[in-house]
């Protein structure tokens, strides 16, 4: 799960780490009356669940009050990578010195949190990645004793390589990393952390991801999701027991398991068609489900040919044949339909399935080759 | 011989009287494993299926000698059934149970080093040693003994392509469902050393999907370390960056961790990747002919 920007600045002072004053607006009012009280150098941020923001021009600094109002006309209502820009964040305007990066992040490899710094702050990290690797300082932190003071200040001290400054920072990486596990976060990145020409550290701009496994004990955050509306549909598919996520071509899918439903999306591909959609319909083979799981697919008015692909192991393949054939007496379609069934009972399932005229098939090539040759017709 | 269960393992069912956990040691115990322990606590001295039930894990293990378990438990109760198994002096724990928070798991870890424990999961289907002993929920009728060693990522692909394997006359040594969450007990690396040293076994088949980078690195053992010839497929080459495939690992973002990476890294190290299922036999022949 993401959050915006300003919801995680919310997070960082809630702990204690420094973050400049900052209002937001969802009107070009909201943002000229903000932009006046704080009276002084303001920066307006669009608030979009994207990374690159500022090169799209949504991220705009205002001397006055007029420049402001001038900016939030400019951005409210932006396209950013396909997201509508519905808010602004105000902010005041700070003088920098230098930008720095300080990320943690779950590291798969090692197993554990990694502290990533570099003072190549304000780019994203993963262009410094890309072109400067040797410029990110990298510290594995056990997960037993968690990131200890004298840790956190050694990083912090390659960075800045002032002992008054490395504490000051080294604090903010302290309370990065309660907020980090207190959150289950997945991604608690401060980018840019800044030092002021008046020698202080603030956290300009902030971005956080939390694991969705853990979102049961984490109520404050679940508050804040903010969703579109394909994740809209997810979420209601997630309810129901599948797993759903649209894609742009035309060749509905309903398959058992996520590797196997990847690997048929990847199969229509590779036989010259394109996956409408990736749809797991889990383990069970309860009626329900199927039904469920046809009314979705069937409400993306691209589908032009079904693709069932159920390989059973615990799931037996004669109850999905039944849930198919009771999903069919009630959700008319004349969309094409292709079934393979194979493993547990599929010869049962098979039989079942005679009645409705289906065209089934064993194997998952040629149930790929048939839904793309329906959905020409 | 095999890998990591066999004949001797001496299974306790941690989670044995949920839904889930009953079915599958009804399975389990059908397949001929040994299964000699089920926890529940507060149902000590109730037997299921005539199987004894235990309050704990470190009872089951002074009463029975279990030496592997098996995890059935709520996601909630994962870590903390993990970490009792492996306070217990358990060895091998296997976590079939779904939706475990990162974190819980990022604990967990250096723990079970210390204990000297080898988890497999969570989120995984577990393993089977075809004709020896079932720990998982895969469906037993589609192995078949034999010299292929096999490791997953994914449940139902693994189940699609062991099946073409065994109709193809090849049969397994081992095959196990590594499961598809971001941090995770034994990966490729592990098990592929395992198979390298296993006299029966012949070859492996290994099954990825998008995410991470464990396959890249797997290529990388294939090339320096192993003798025994490899065949490879990835899952998710047509995933949309950015967006989780059912599984929290099968995440691609950032330009790392897609299909064709991962195809790129295989082929470099010398080991085929087929384009779909089916083409997996057809290149274990042609590889352990010395054709490719």
Known sequence: MKIHEYQARQIF????????????????????????????????????????????????????AEDAKAAAKQILGMDIKGLIVEKVLVTEAVDIEKEFYVGLINDRNTKSITLMVSAEGGVEIEEVAKNNPEKIIKFSINPLTGL????????????????????????????????YIETDSTLAEINPLVLTTGNEILAIDGKMNFDDNALFRQPKILAMRELDEEELQEIAANEKGLAYIKLDGNIGCMVNGAGLAMATMDMIKLYGGSPANFLDIGGSSNPQKVIDAMNILLSDKNVKAVMINIFGGITRCDDVAKGLIKALEIIMTDIPIVVRLSGTN????????KQTGLPTVSSMSEAAQMAIELSKR | MSILVNKDTKLVVQGITGRDGKFHTGKMKEYGTNVVAGV?????????????????????????????????????????????????????????SEGVPIQDMIRVTPILKMNGTLLIGPNCPGLITPGEALVGILPAMIFKEGNIGFISRSGTLTYEVVNLLSLNDFGQTTCVGI????????????????????????????IGEIGGDAEEQAARFIAEKMTKPVVAFIAGQTAPPGKRMGHAGAIISSGAGTAAEKIAAFNKAGVPVAKEPSEIPVLLRQKLEGKI
């Open chain 1, 13 to 64: 002072r809630d702990y204690g780490i420094p973050v400049p004053d900052g209002v937001l607006c969802y009107t070009v009012y909201e943002v000229e009356k903000a932009a006046r009280e704080m009276n002084r150098m303001v920066v307006v941020k669009a608030q979009v669940l994207a990374g690159g923001r500022g090169k799209a021009g949504g991220v705009k600094l205002a001397r006055t």
């Open chain 1, 148 to 179: 200890l003071d004298y840790q956190a200040r050694n990083v912090a001290m390659e960075l800045f390589g002032n002992i008054k400054l490395a504490q000051k920072a080294a604090s903010i990486f302290m309370k990065l990393y309660k907020l």
């Open chain 1, 346 to 353: 599929a010869e049962e399932g098979l039989a079942l399935l």
């Open chain 2, 40 to 96: 529940s606590p507060g149902k000590e001295g109730e037997t299921l299926d005539g199987i004894p039930v235990f309050n704990s894990v470190a009872h089951a293990v002074q009463y029975t000698g279990a030496n592997t378990s098996i995890i059935f438990v709520p996601a909630a109760f994962a870590a903390d059934a993990i970490l009792e198994a492996s306070e217990a002096g358990i060895k091998l724990v296997i976590a079939i």
């Open chain 2, 179 to 206: 499961g598809g969450d971001p941090v995770a007990g034994l990966y490729f690396i592990d098990l592929l050393e395992m198979f390298e040293n296993d006299p029966e076994t012949k070859a492996v088949v290994l």
